[in-house]
């Protein structure tokens, strides 16, 4: 049995008619069940970053603005300063992890593919912005590490180099032969000791005229870090995310603290539920910080490390926040230039 009518006695019945009748006709069925045609809001194309970041976004910008692809923009941007020996927070001439070996890392995210691909603790290979945009364009897979990561890369004929430059040498041997009282180096003569463990990120995001989205962060990482670590950077949701049908958020800073809280993520998550772009860096800032175990903060509770936030929104509206005060690098379609970042807390002595 079945409780489908046979075509005669649905048709025969007048209640029936008066129910056909009041069925609305095919065209308009159809373009009930039609989904919903999606224009792209008009963007303002822009390309942010940070400080050290000038060259890049006007590169980035230059591209999109001639019809390039987000992605391949945003990488032959932060290109630049990974093959810059005088940058030391990416690429080549970066600063090296303890043993005096720069292991990089880098992710990035293709909005409207909807994908990801990134590279972890890599060596010798001094753009990992291209390596993790290899992953992203020709694996099944997300994050590559270490051994497995070089030698994809080494499949793909980039070549392998020693990354240290003079100077970037120069600062671990300094770091070394200060570590404490007890170590067996000899003071280094006529150089301060190396107290800041410095570190260097680039995080970019570009949106295009037309709104595709896309975002990439790389780095060397924290200064003298334990062998293997990796941080926020070679993590999509963390250092770097984009959706592209909201924006694109990504970081710099204390890694750790941005693994925390899966900042890129959250960031974009915020811009989801309508916040600025500004706005949403901070709300994820104070995520942070709330996060953050107590040998992180001082007395009245404010973190010992520094951590910016960097977004954009499918309009191309940006903003960046941070721990305190500081500057970020903007392209808006028209110019280049630096813009203060919003930020928590005022810094003390
Ligand atoms: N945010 C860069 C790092 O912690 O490695």
């Known amino acids: ?53 000038l060259a890049p976004v006007t590169r980035t910008a230059e591209l999109v603005l001639q019809g ?19 940058d030391d927070s990416v690429g080549y001439g970066g600063l090296p ?10 992710s990035c995210m293709h909005g409207p593919t909807r994908r990801a691909g990134a590279v ?32 994809f890369a080494l499949s793909y004929g980039f070549k392998e180099e020693d990354l240290l430059t003079p100077e970037s040498r120069q600062k671990w041997l300094v770091w070394r032969a200060n570590r404490g009282p007890d170590d067996d180096w000899l003071q280094v003569p006529d150089k301060e000791p190396m107290v800041v463990r410095p570190t260097g990120t680039i995080n970019l ?22 062998p293997g670590r990796v941080g ?3 993590i999509a949701g963390a250092g770097q995310y984009t959706d592209n049908e909201i924006g694109a958020a990504g970081s710099t800073g204390r890694g750790e603290s941005n693994i925390m809280v899966c900042g890129g993520f959250l960031t974009v998550e915020a811009m989801r539920r309508g916040l600025k772009p500004t706005d949403a860096c901070l709300e994820t ?10 040998r992180l903060v001082d007395e009245k509770g404010r973190p010992k490390f520094g951590l910016t936030f960097y977004a954009v929104n499918k309009r191309g509206e940006f903003g960046a926040a941070s721990m305190f005060p500081g500057r970020y690098a903007v392209h808006d379609g028209k110019d280049a230039r630096f813009v203060d970042t919003a930020y928590l807390y005022e810094r003390t002595k």
């Open 205 to 226: 995001n570009v949106v295009s005229p037309s709104g595709d989205i896309s975002s990439i962060t790389t780095t060397s990482g924290l200064a003298w870090k334990l």
């Open 1 to 53: 049995m079945t409780d489908r009518p046979d075509r005669r006695s649905f048709l025969g019945s007048a209640g029936s008619l008066a129910a056909v009748l009041a069925l609305p006709r095919v065209r308009e069925v159809a373009a009930m069940q039609a989904p919903a045609i999606r224009r792209a809001p008009p963007a303002q194309p822009a390309a942010i970053s940070s400080a050290n970041s």
């Open 68 to 86: 390039t692809d987000t992605l391949d923009a945003a990488v032959e941007g932060v290109k630049i300063q990974e093959l810059d020996p005088k």
């Open 120 to 151: 972890g603790a890599l060596e010798g290979i001094k753009t990992p912005s291209e390596v993790a945009r290899l992953v992203l364009k020709y694996t099944n897979h997300i994050l590559l590490v270490g051994e497995g990561a070089r030698r």
């Open 232 to 234: 926020d950077s070679a």
């Open 285 to 294: 800032l104070r995520r942070a910080v709330a996060m953050s175990p107590a």
């Open 97 to 106: 992890n303890a043993d005096g070996v720069v292991q990089l890392d880098c």
